[in-house]
């Protein structure tokens, strides 16, 4: 063979692949978000047909419940949270059935907390149940606004009401909580196919719903199974294992890479090792002591100093982080003007305002 043959092979050849850099980390990937994103909120006139609201700016509920909510409009709701913007927190107290209102009522909440820039929000309810689908559209609004949810000592969470705990970014539990099977009381079945095909319609809804919330699908077995009649008050080792109770592993999951990298990884190591501590030292020991919902906040306020929180670089951030009131404040520098509402709180003329009414749900099943 020539040189010039061999010269014109050599560079007809493709070019030699880099060497891969071995000691290049690769970086995880970011979790996947299991969360439903909000619909546009409907600010149609709406009441609360079936239950009781009030909003208070301080976790501490001896002092009462704070104002009364008598208006779901935007405006009366941001008139009513106004002066939590000097705590940071906004605890939302209700009394009453999980309906259509109470959904309106979540949604709406957090979104004028949103907007008024109060980052810690508490549900501190007491509910017998309701429609499980007014539960499950009232809890993608909990789980996308980052609520605490409470079930003091003098407060129930029984059937749909449990799906709401589902959602929670932190949940503590002192009252009972309940579940039995699902049954559309406003219902037109008359036979066992009529009613099963009614539970079949909404059952994929309900299973996609535990699993975005990192709930277990037991949870879902109980609600197909435990006699309607009947109630089955969980166990504090039933609610953990359901995934009901305490810190919502889904959330913790997609907060732990951006918490890394906001805060460092010693924080995430504190952090861990504070929950441990907690759940260890101040849950557990709550129906021995007769404990309520204010001692075992103080159990865990007083624990976490121990493990440096709250911490000055990430005080938002840190464990119970909720509970810290004006050490969140927001600057007494003046507030930049108030935006209108981005939807009006009148509909347009002529248009139709549906009003819910108590077991208005139709076919949806309650619980």
């Given at each position: 063979?020539?040189?010039?043959?061999?010269?014109?092979?050599?560079?007809?050849?493709?070019?030699?692949?880099?060497?891969?850099?071995?000691?290049?980390?690769?970086?995880?990937?970011?979790?996947?978000v299991?969360?439903k994103?909000?619909?546009?909120?409907d600010w149609?006139?709406q009441?609360?047909e079936?239950g009781?609201?009030?909003?208070?700016?301080?976790?501490?509920?001896?002092q009462?419940?704070g104002r009364?909510?008598?208006?779901?409009?935007?405006?009366?709701?941001?008139?009513?949270?106004q002066?939590?913007?000097?705590?940071?927190?906004?605890r939302?107290r209700?009394k009453?059935?999980?309906?259509?209102?109470?959904?309106?009522?979540?949604?709406?909440?957090?979104?004028?907390?949103?907007?008024?820039?109060?980052?810690?929000?508490?549900l501190?309810?007491d509910?017998s149940?309701?429609?499980?689908?007014?539960?499950?559209?009232?809890?993608?609004?909990?789980?996308e606004?980052?609520?605490?949810?409470?079930v003091?000592?003098?407060s129930?969470?029984?059937?749909?009401?449990?799906?709401?705990?589902?959602?929670?970014?932190?949940r503590v539990?002192?009252?009972?909580?309940?579940?039995?099977?699902?049954?559309?009381?406003?219902?037109?079945?008359r036979s066992?196919?009529e009613?099963?095909?009614?539970?079949?319609?909404?059952s994929?809804?309900?299973?996609?719903?535990?699993?975005?919330?990192?709930?277990s699908?037991?949870?879902?077995?109980?609600?197909?199974?435990?006699?309607n009649?009947?109630?089955?008050?969980l166990?504090?080792?039933?609610?953990?294992?359901?995934?009901l109770s305490?810190?919502?592993a889904?959330?913790?999951?997609?907060?732990r890479?951006?918490l890394?990298?906001?805060?460092g990884?010693?924080?995430?190591?504190?952090r861990d090792?504070?929950r441990?501590a907690?759940?260890q030292?101040?849950?557990?020991?709550a129906?021995?002591a007769h404990?309520?919902?204010?001692?075992i906040?103080?159990?865990?306020?007083?624990?976490?100093?121990?493990?440096g929180?709250?911490d000055?670089?990430?005080?938002?951030?840190?464990?119970?982080?909720?509970l810290?009131g004006?050490?969140?404040?927001?600057?007494?520098?003046?507030?930049p003007?108030?935006?209108?509402?981005?939807?009006?709180?009148?509909?347009?003329?002529?248009?139709?305002?549906?009003e819910?009414?108590?077991?208005?749900e139709?076919?949806?099943?309650?619980?």
């Amino acid at each position: 063979m020539s040189l010039s043959c061999l010269l014109a092979a050599a560079c007809s050849r493709p070019p030699e692949p880099a060497p891969e850099a071995a000691a290049t980390p690769i970086a995880p990937p970011a979790p996947r978000v299991q969360r439903k994103p909000q619909a546009e909120i409907d600010w149609s006139p709406q009441r609360l047909e079936a239950g009781d609201a009030w909003i208070d700016c301080s976790a501490d509920y001896h002092q009462g419940d704070g104002r009364p909510v008598l208006s779901l409009a935007y405006l009366d709701l941001r008139k009513t949270m106004q002066d939590c913007r000097a705590t940071g927190l906004m605890r939302l107290r209700y009394k009453g059935k999980v309906t259509a209102s109470f959904a309106a009522l979540a949604e709406r909440a957090g979104k004028v907390a949103g907007d008024l820039g109060i980052g810690k929000r508490i549900l501190d309810i007491d509910s017998s149940g309701g429609s499980v689908e007014a539960a499950m559209r009232a809890g993608d609004a909990i789980g996308e606004n980052d609520w605490t949810i409470w079930v003091r000592g003098d407060s129930v969470c029984y059937s749909a009401c449990v799906l709401i705990l589902a959602a929670g970014d932190m949940r503590v539990i002192v009252g009972p909580v309940g579940i039995h099977r699902m049954i559309a009381l406003q219902s037109l079945v008359r036979s066992r196919r009529e009613l099963g095909e009614a539970l079949r319609r909404i059952s994929d809804e309900l299973r996609n719903y535990l699993e975005r919330n990192g709930a277990s699908i037991e949870v879902y077995d109980l609600m197909t199974t435990v006699p309607n009649r009947k109630l089955r008050i969980l166990t504090d080792e039933e609610l953990e294992a359901f995934g009901l109770s305490g810190a919502n592993a889904v959330e913790d999951d997609l907060g732990r890479i951006r918490l890394a990298q906001t805060c460092g990884t010693a924080f995430l190591r504190r952090r861990d090792a504070f929950r441990r501590a907690f759940e260890q030292q101040c849950l557990q020991p709550a129906d021995a002591a007769h404990q309520d919902v204010a001692d075992i906040n103080a159990c865990g306020l007083a624990l976490r100093e121990r493990y440096g929180f709250p911490d000055p670089k990430c005080p938002i951030e840190s464990p119970m982080a909720e509970l810290d009131g004006a050490v969140l404040a927001i600057p007494p520098a003046a507030p930049p003007p108030e935006p209108a509402p981005a939807i009006p709180d009148a509909p347009p003329a002529g248009a139709g305002v549906a009003e819910h009414a108590v077991g208005g749900e139709g076919a949806s099943p309650a619980h």
